[in-house]
């Protein structure tokens, strides 16, 4: 009798051994239940703006006083492309007024000033739009403005989309309002016009970029000390899709050191937080000409 026992509680014992390792075996036991994590722990290299009240704010510093040339470049998978601003350095109702770069019906447009008021009939805004090409959502892309006196150029994935100037090339007005990333002050302290979907690496340049400046250096990661490079950010301020409720800094990574923070993300989930981006498939991209 003790034998049978001992033989039984053997059986016993191998029967749960076996279950359990069925159980971690066949897909249907949550991780979580296992006391196994499942969150990434990949580092962030996008960020997802909500389009409610996201957006990125880098205090205002003389090295955003671009005046004659500028350039802007970024990638961008937007959910929707009307009246969504990418970056901005204005606030029109106390005449501060530098610049917008925002899409509109599908299409890319930059609007800027010499003077800083923004009065539509005393002293407009200059407004030059992109007339060819579209800006499409649900994908991504690569967009680019530069600026100079002597004109402005949109790049689509490197590929010039012409358009159309409204008012004059000029020497553009030195704001104190901060660089805003995916919001636009217009007449009170309230943001509006928010940038809605994903975006990642974010560049500003001092000078007017060729188009093969830009179709060169699109596909590739910088390291921060280009020439002309004012702001950098990589976006890698977090971790992919999960709990980052602490992490709202974005770092510049140039010398400059000119961070933003994020203002109103949630930090939570796969919207309204660090994500994953178009970097990781960089390798696996086509070159522009190839
Ligand atoms: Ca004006
Ligand atoms: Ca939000």
Redesign the pocket.
Known sequence: MKRLLIILTCLAAIALIWYNHISDHDGLTPFNQRGITTSPSLVSSGLHF?G???YVEIPDNDLLAFSNELSFECWIKPEATDHNHIVTKQYCANHQYSFSLFLHNGKLKFAFDEDGICNAATSPVSIYSMDEGAVKTGVWQHVALTYSTAGAHFYVNGKECPGTLTGNYTSIYNSISPLRIGGYQLGTAELTNFYQGMMCEFRSWNYARSREEIQAQMFTRLEGNESGLVLYYAFDGGMVDSDNTNAFNLSDKTANHLNGRLQ???LRDKR?NWTGSIVDEFDNLKKPGN
């Open positions: 909500d409610i009240n996201d109103n993300f949630s309204s």
